[in-house]
């Protein structure tokens, strides 16, 4: 048994011994003879889609009977648009039920530089005065608006409207967004609304009259046409705004003094209230408009007046401000008051403090007074700065 295993282990050995023996080179060896595994790809960059250009689309609301006057309708809105600042793409016909538009495509962006279109806020000026009187109130709207235009705030339009069985007014105005810098700024069609007429043929005559006033102010109307508005007519003018990402920033807001001076009848604190106007337009901060208000039993005034917005990292200051200086003494009678007042009033309008209001107070043996005078930001800036040119 032993000699038979003997006998098999030498055979192994014997059969296994030239495999053994040869030698390992290059040349006998290939890569079939290992296994294969998978090797790692080459790192690749993620594919960059290039910013693209949107493209928006114009349309409007006119329609054409005949597709062969869409066309020079068509490329007078695209002179329009290239006037206002525009980049346009060309434009095409469409059909609209049985009639026949047109569609723009243009660049809903502009350069940051770009002077067109302008950036501009229309607001509109309310004093929250009524007025018994229908001519009282046309009278005080008439005044309002001169005193915007006055201010170099170009004035679109003016309007009464009813306050119970009352009247009163407003003015629609524009002033200058004033954006924050950037690369580019998006554009925004607009449309504004103005105007009474009972017939439609007078709203249509006055179609180039209110196009004429956006372009006294700078700002190129796109189109104009005569609308419904209830029972009557007026006037719509679309026209194109620059705007930026953030809220609008207006270069001027309107402020509110309320006057110290109380009256027995409400005619007084009117008549008071238009004599306190030209002090307000000393200070160098244009009055709008002087409202009467009840105080207890009496009666006094508001002035609205406009102030610069001077934007800072931390928000927004007004370039002027109304503050109130309260004299320190005492005076056992009134006249003895109202001279110290006189001179301390002489005082402060001598020292670039303009006073607007003041108002001697107490009683017998007691008697003090107080100043209302005009602050500016800074020690020489203006408290109203120039009008912009749009």
């Known amino acids: 048994m032993f000699k038979s295993l003997a006998l098999s282990a030498l055979s192994v050995l014997v059969l296994a011994a030239p495999a053994f023996c040869r030698s390992f080179t290059l040349e006998t060896v290939s890569a079939g003879n290992f296994p294969q595994s998978a090797a790692p790809a080459a790192p690749r960059p993620a594919p960059v889609t290039p910013p693209g250009v949107t493209i928006a689309n114009y349309t409007t609301d006119e329609e054409f009977t005949f597709e062969s006057d869409v066309q020079p309708a068509l490329n007078a809105r695209i002179n329009a648009l290239k006037a206002a600042g525009l980049t346009t793409l060309g434009g095409r016909v469409v059909e609209n039920g049985n009639d026949y538009s047109f569609v723009i495509e243009y660049l809903p962006t502009v350069k940051g530089n770009a002077a067109l ?26 005044a309002c608006a001169a005193n915007f235009r006055a201010a170099k705030l170009p004035v679109l339009g003016s309007f009464l409207y009813e306050i119970g069985n009352d009247n009163a007014f407003a003015v629609d105005y524009l002033v200058r967004n004033l954006l924050r810098p950037a690369q580019e700024y998006d554009v925004k069609f607009l449309t504004y609304t103005g105007g009474k007429f009972t017939f439609e043929s007078e709203a249509e005559k006055a179609v180039p009259s209110y196009l004429a006033l956006f372009k006294q102010a700078g700002v190129p109307a796109i189109r104009g046409a005569a609308v419904k508005s209830g029972r009557d007519y007026a006037v719509q ?39 306190a106007l030209p002090a307000f337009a000393r200070a160098g901060v244009p009055p709008l408009s002087a409202v009467v208000r009840p105080e207890g039993r009496d009666y006094s005034y508001s002035v609205d007046f406009l102030v610069g917005n001077i934007y800072q990292a931390g928000g927004v200051i007004p370039s002027a401000a109304v503050q109130t200086y309260q004299a320190p003494e005492t005076f056992t009678f009134d006249r003895e008051a ?29 008697y003090t007074y107080a100043i209302d005078y005009v602050a500016k930001a800074g020690s020489q800036s203006p408290a109203y700065p120039p009008p912009p040119q749009y």
């Open 338 to 366: 109202e001279k110290a007042l006189a001179e301390k009033v002489a005082a402060f309008n001598a020292g670039g403090l303009p006073v607007i209001g003041s108002a001697v107070t107490g009683e017998l043996g007691s």
């Open 117 to 142: 279109p302008p950036a501009v806020l229309l607001e509109t000026y309310k004093n929250g005065a009524s007025y018994w009187l229908e001519r009282e109130a046309e009278e005080a709207m008439k």
């Open 237 to 275: 003018v679309e026209y194109v705004v620059k705007t930026g990402k953030a809220a609008p920033r207006p270069q001027y807001s309107v402020a509110r003094y309320d006057a110290r001076e109380t009256f027995n009848f409400d005619k007084e604190a009117l008549a008071a209230s238009k004599a």
